[in-house]
């Protein structure tokens, strides 16, 4: 399995700017999520999907931020439109249902510059 | 969840074993003991999940005391490659595993 894959590696983006990011999860796992990482405030975690469906988005910063997962192979993270606080690296990571055993799969993750 | 905390940084020697505590003092009877690894420009990578007592993998050992309020993750003799962010995590199994929170971590230095 390539795991949990993430793109673009990077993104360079105007302020104002709509910016999405993309995740595709490893096969078979049902739950997805959204991490986003800065020095000031370590991982915080967005919002996290059960089969396709968005179970808890209290971690989203504000309406500016939006997530879909249209199946189960696919999920994008949407910044419209984007500010220079936004900048951070995002993480997605996916993780089987009920196993406690691996934890979570991160991405490599998208590292976010809005200028 | 359980509030963890851990040293901020450690700074160690390669070749010597490192033990990195983490305080759990609110963890639940039915939560479980799990540290991630992060490298830098990676995500966190799952290294070792505990109970009780001792867990050992091929990457780490878990030593977690009877009162289970502490865990110690201890690398044995460590090289340049073990520089990274390390977290530890309290959740229970299951539904709890859903929203793991990280805190900020311990960043270990090895030095040469």
């Known amino acids: 399995d390539a795991g949990v894959i993430q793109s673009p590696r990077h993104e360079v983006t105007e302020m104002g700017q709509e910016v999405t990011l993309r995740c595709k999860p490893i096969?078979?796992?049902?739950?997805l999520f959204w991490y986003r990482q800065t020095m000031m405030r370590g991982l915080e975690l967005l919002i996290y999907?059960?089969?396709?469906?968005?179970?808890?988005d209290s971690g989203m910063p504000e309406d500016r931020f939006s997530a879909k997962m249209p199946n189960a192979s696919f999920s994008t993270l949407k910044i419209q439109p984007s500010e220079p606080r936004d900048s951070a690296v995002y993480f997605c990571?996916?993780?089987?249902?009920?196993?406690?055993?691996?934890?979570?799969?991160f991405g490599s993750g998208t590292r976010l510059t809005v200028v | 969840l359980a509030k963890t905390t851990q040293p901020i940084s450690m700074d160690s020697y390669e070749g010597q074993e490192v033990n990195i505590t983490c305080s759990h003092n609110?963890?639940?009877?039915?939560?479980?003991i799990t540290w991630y690894q992060q490298f830098p420009s990676q995500g966190p990578r799952f290294i070792i999940q505990g109970y009780k007592t001792k867990v050992t993998n091929e990457v780490a050992s878990l030593f977690i005391p009877a009162d289970r309020k502490s865990s110690t993750l201890s690398l044995p003799r460590v090289s340049l490659s073990d520089t990274a962010v390390y977290y530890c995590?309290?959740?229970?199994?299951?539904?709890?595993?859903?929203?793991?929170?990280f805190g900020t971590g311990t960043r270990l230095t090895i030095i040469p």
């Open positions: 999907f059960n089969n396709n469906v968005p179970i808890d």
């Open positions: 096969s078979g796992h049902d739950y």
């Open positions: 995590l309290v959740a229970p199994p299951g539904f709890g595993n859903e929203k793991l929170t």
């Open positions: 609110n963890i639940a009877t039915n939560d479980y």
């Open positions: 990571a996916s993780s089987p249902s009920g196993d406690s055993n691996y934890g979570y799969t």
